[in-house]
């Protein structure tokens, strides 16, 4: 099919784009709950936290991470031609089928999510709930709340790096056949999931904790992009003339690659390094004012725009290209 459509009919079809602005989605939210799961685990797991060790502090991140990622299924659902023989990715595992890997993983992580979500439901919270079995798990679940933790945080970033494999294993794609990839969509769900952490944290500590976390994660996206894209541009003529459009000014995929630049770096960066130096040395008494709330959440929230126009950016460009061979 990829060589008859992209190859031999090349002037009827020039490219092939058989991933819309489902999949866009889906990696973007798979990527925002390894993010939240890695990110709420750190703080629950962080040495300088108010509350006692074995108590939580971040529950409406574990809480809200497994509807992030059944949405995120929701739309990889809506993508399907065969929606009724969805069953059929779980009857058997290919050990050579990255899809098949991660149709297992997607399922798998749930059971760790909630657990470790039921693990933080605080005690005001669960004093207001009805005798059940809510109740219950919670209360069973409470003392291994740092075994949980501990848990999400490694499951979280095995699911983020999973939606750059998924799209690095296709050769015939070279913008997406990168070994840079799963790092930079690790790195970008990472930011992002601190960025949700931020923008729902209600004590000042954290935000200001996890702002200097995001700091450093988009410093370290940054410089993953650029590598990215520059191991791209001296590679071989497939792999450069795929990345060329995110460069050329009258393509229409160059406001792709601005926009993230704008959204996902400079914007955020400038916000929070302004914050930061207003607050002197931001140590962990300080008090926030309304202001400075409003300067980190817009940071934040830039960060979250950025991560997924970045999905629409590689899902969309990366079908333009193909192999030469296939020319």
């Not at 058989?18 to 939240?36: D, P």
Request: glycine letters at 6%; aromatic letters at 12%; one cysteine or more.
């Amino acid at each position: 099919m990829e060589f008859t459509i992209t190859g031999a009919n090349a002037l009827t079809y020039p490219h092939l784009q058989i991933w819309g602005w489902q999949i866009a989605i889906y990696l973007f939210l798979g990527g925002l709950a390894g993010g939240c799961m890695s990110m709420s685990a750190v703080a629950n797991l962080r040495p300088g936290k108010e509350a006692p060790h074995n108590k939580p502090c971040c529950w409406r991140i574990p809480v809200i991470t497994p509807f992030i990622l059944a949405l995120g299924m929701g739309f990889l659902f809506l993508d399907l031609s065969c929606k009724r023989h969805i069953y059929r990715f779980y009857m058997t595992l290919r050990p050579l089928s990255i899809m098949s890997w991660g149709s297992w993983i997607l399922i798998l992580v749930f059971p760790a999510m909630i657990a470790f979500a039921l693990s933080t439901v605080p005690d005001a919270v669960m004093d207001r709930m009805h005798e059940g079995a809510i109740k219950n798990l919670c209360a069973k679940f409470r003392p291994h709340m740092r075994t949980w933790a501990a848990v999400n945080f490694v499951l979280g970033l095995i699911l983020s790096v999973y939606t750059g494999v998924l799209l690095s294993m296709y050769m015939a794609r070279p913008l997406w056949n990168s070994s840079i990839l799963p790092i930079l969509f690790l790195t970008s769900g990472m930011s992002t999931g601190a960025a949700l952490v931020i923008v729902l944290a209600k004590k000042d500590s954290v935000k200001l904790f996890f702002t200097r976390v995001d700091i450093w994660l988009i410093i370290f996206e940054a410089a993953v992009l650029a590598l990215f894209y520059f191991s791209h541009y001296m590679s071989a003529a497939a792999s450069r003339e795929s990345v060329m459009p995110l460069f050329t000014m009258s393509s229409r995929y160059f406001p792709y690659f601005v926009t993230i630049l704008t959204l996902s770096i400079i914007l955020p960066l400038f916000l929070v390094l302004k914050f930061l130096d207003a607050t002197g040395k931001h140590s962990r008494g300080v008090v926030l004012t309304f202001r400075q709330k409003c300067e980190m959440n817009a940071s934040a929230i830039l960060v979250l725009l950025g991560g997924v126009i970045l999905r629409f950016e590689l899902v969309y460009a990366g079908q333009l290209g193909k192999l030469t061979g296939l020319s």
